[in-house]
Structures are given as structure tokens and as C-alpha cells.
């Protein structure tokens, strides 16, 4: 039996007042947790959409919103909210103009799932298809599968009419080149008196990592979760994964629980940046259970990260202080309209659409100062 937003508010109600230290007031609660960034976490307007995706997804979440408010499924209107992001040449973290793996090739992974059937569908290490989200999409719709990868992802996209093309822009091409000759011992080399620059692209998408050699690596993907006006939940992660991986690397953003998660009756949550670190964590899932159990949004990713943290014992990802040398960003948005996003580090952003209005607001975070 399905929980009515009543029914959850109530609950949740209920579990915050015994786990939470934050109070509430009308339509926003600040939440001040040690050693965290103050937390803003607003209502959206009763009945109205509400959708939340990572920095670059501006676009996606207007579009969405747009869709919901017209009736469309929320699944159906935050496909259609990434697919703008897909198909943009100049955001080189996902679909086409995305970053290659080593070898030049860009390969894609992408899932959705649909709060009120509980499904989903998704696809890994797609090549040649611009939209990998509406390939997840379709394996949740007309298989009896979830997760389909390589060589057979592409057959099944073309079963569906999709055609192949080359990803590869040019702009992709040369940061990829950049990276091959930045390489220090390797056959490539950059022309004589040439810089070796990285990733020029660096921004709200972004999270830079420096490789052996200086090169850079980059993560970057649009994550989007979204909330209809009866209370139905959708989401879906899309990406070109981690810069330069090695051909066949599969990152979070096609795993259920890992990249993104949605339980109809409690709320949706997903994931940018290192892969790695929200599959060691089952990130996605571990947010809307912390939410179930009456944490907030953003709280509740704050919280995951907190033990991505604690877990992150590796000395070649530690900086000498002990904060992790990486990013990572979750998005969360609760039935009850309640939404939030959380960073390991500060400055980050995440765009968001409620009560009528499309923006970024300031993620909260664990530590100050930039990744890079
Ligand atoms: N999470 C993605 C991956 O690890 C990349 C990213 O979000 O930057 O493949």
C-alpha cells in the first residue's frame, strides 16, 4: 500500500523530532549541523512540481517542471529535462561532446527509475548513442531487465530505431588529445614549447582530479529527480563517466542505489561525481532510507558523505589532512516537497525548480575551500 503525503509528513514528523537537532519555522528550516555549512531546506508550494538536478542541469529542470505542470508522468519529463543536457555539444560530461575513455572512445552510462511502478531501466558503456537516458528508459518500458551493457545496449538501441553516431566532437577530441600527450613517459607527445593544459571546461559540472603527469581528470554528469504535483517521484543520472577511464569502466550513474534511487513513498536521491566512492556507499539508497527515517534532504546527504568520509581510508585519495582529494555531490528531494543537495566541498551549486521558479542554489557542504 502506497504512504499519501499526509500519511508520510506525519511520519516524518514524528522521527524528526526524535533524530533531529534543527527546528523548523514556517516554509524553511535551517538546519546548523558541527562542522557543516548551514543548511537551507524550503517547502515547495503545495501542489506545485518540484525538481532538483546538479549544477549543469538548469535546463533539464526547467524543462521538466514544464512537463509535470502539463501532466505529463515525472519519469517522462525528467528524461526529456537531461536529454537537453545530452545533446549539448559544449558539456563535455555527458552524451554527446562527452570526454572519451582512453582510447578516444566515448562511452555512456545512464538510469531511470519510476517511483509509482518502482522500476528501472538502465545502460553502461553505451557507444554512438546521443541519449543514453531514453535507452535506460526503454529497458525499463520493454524489457524484463534493468541493466543492459556494451555491445548489447547498442543492438538494443537500435532495435528501437536509434542511429548510431560518432560522439567524439572535435573540442572533446583535443582535451583528450591534451591528456594522451600530457602523459609523462609516454609515446605521445605535445608540439615542441606547447603548454600542457587541462580541462578548460572546469565548472559547475565539473569536478577535476590531477593525474600522475599533472594530466587532469575529469567527472561530470546531470543527475535529476523530480516530484509531480500528486506526489509521484522519477529520476534518472546520465553521464560519459570519468574522463579518460579505462574502455569498459562503469561508474555509479548506472546502478540502482549507487548513481540513483526513488522509493514512491519516501522520496528520490542521486549522485555526481567520483563513482567509485557512491557505489562504496550505496549513496543513493542510503540517502532516501536516512530520509525515511525522518532525516532531510539535505541532512540526509550530508549525513552520507559523513561515511563516504570515515570510509575513505586510501592514502592516494586522502589529502595529508585526511579530507578525501575528490568530489561527490548528492541531490535529494522528499514526498513531502522538502529538497537539498549536499558536497564535500564548498562552492558547488545545484539548480532547482519549485514553486514557479528555476535557479541554483548553494549545495551544502562538509569542507571549505574548492576541490581544486
Ligand atoms: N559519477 C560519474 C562516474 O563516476 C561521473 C561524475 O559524476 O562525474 O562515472
Not at 34 to 43: K, L, S, V, Y
Not at 64 to 89: F, K, Q, S, T
Not at 195 to 219: I, L, N
Not at 227 to 237: C, H, I, K, M, N
Request: charged content about 25%; proline content about 5%; hydrophobic content about 35%.
Amino acid at each position: 500500500m502506497s504512504v499519501s503525503r499526509r500519511s508520510f509528513l506525519q511520519g516524518a514528523a514524528a522521527a524528526a523530532a526524535g533524530t533531529l537537532v534543527a527546528g523548523t519555522s514556517e516554509g524553511m528550516a535551517r538546519t546548523k549541523a558541527p562542522g557543516t555549512a548551514i543548511d537551507r531546506e524550503r517547502r515547495r508550494s503545495p501542489g506545485g512540481p518540484v525538481v532538483v538536478a546538479s549544477g549543469n542541469g538548469l535546463p533539464a529542470t526547467a524543462k521538466a517542471a514544464e512537463m509535470i505542470l502539463a501532466g505529463r508522468d515525472p519519469l517522462d519529463a525528467v528524461v526529456a529535462g537531461v536529454n537537453i543536457v545530452e545533446l549539448d555539444p559544449d558539456d563535455h560530461s555527458v552524451g554527446y561532446g562527452g570526454l572519451p575513455n582512453e582510447d578516444g572512445v566515448v562511452q555512456l552510462d545512464s538510469c531511470v527509475m519510476h517511483g509509482p511502478t518502482h522500476n528501472a531501466g538502465a545502460v553502461a558503456a553505451l557507444q554512438n548513442i546521443k541519449t543514453p537516458s531514453r535507452v535506460a528508459q526503454l529497458v525499463m518500458e520493454r524489457t524484463d531487465h534493468v541493466l543492459i551493457v556494451g555491445e548489447g545496449a547498442l543492438r538494443f538501441a537500435k532495435a528501437h530505431g536509434f542511429r548510431e553516431e560518432n560522439l567524439l566532437t572535435d573540442a572533446a577530441r583535443r582535451q583528450w588529445l591534451k591528456w594522451k600527450e600530457a602523459r609523462r613517459g609516454g609515446d605521445w607527445l605535445s608540439p615542441a614549447g606547447a603548454e600542457v593544459e587541462g580541462d578548460d571546461q572546469a565548472s559547475a559540472s565539473h569536478d577535476v582530479m590531477r593525474g600522475p603527469g599533472g594530466a587532469e581528470f575529469t567527472y561530470g554528469t546531470i543527475n535529476c529527480c523530480g516530484l509531480d504535483t500528486s506526489g509521484d517521484l522519477a529520476g534518472v543520472t546520465t553521464t560519459s563517466g570519468l574522463s579518460y577511464k579505462i574502455p569498459g569502466r562503469v561508474g555509479d550513474s548506472p546502478i540502482i542505489g549507487a548513481g540513483l534511487y526513488v522509493d514512491n513513498d519516501v522520496g528520490a536521491a542521486g549522485a555526481t561525481g567520483r563513482g567509485e566512492a557512491a557505489i562504496l556507499n550505496c549513496g543513493s539508497y542510503t540517502i532516501v532510507e536516512l530520509m525515511r527515517q525522518g532525516r532531510t534532504p539535505t541532512e540526509a546527504c550530508l549525513e552520507l558523505l559523513r561515511r563516504v568520509v570515515a570510509h575513505n581510508v586510501d592514502p592516494r585519495l586522502r589529502r595529508p589532512n585526511g579530507e578525501p582529494d575528490f568530489g561527490l555531490i548528492f541531490y535529494a528531494v522528499r514526498k513531502d516537497g522538502l529538497y537539498g543537495s549536499a558536497s564535500i566541498r564548498s562552492g558547488r551549486q545545484f539548480a532547482v525548480n519549485s514553486e514557479g521558479r528555476n535557479r541554483l542554489e548553494d549545495c551544502a557542504y562538509l569542507f571549505e575551500g574548492q576541490h581544486e
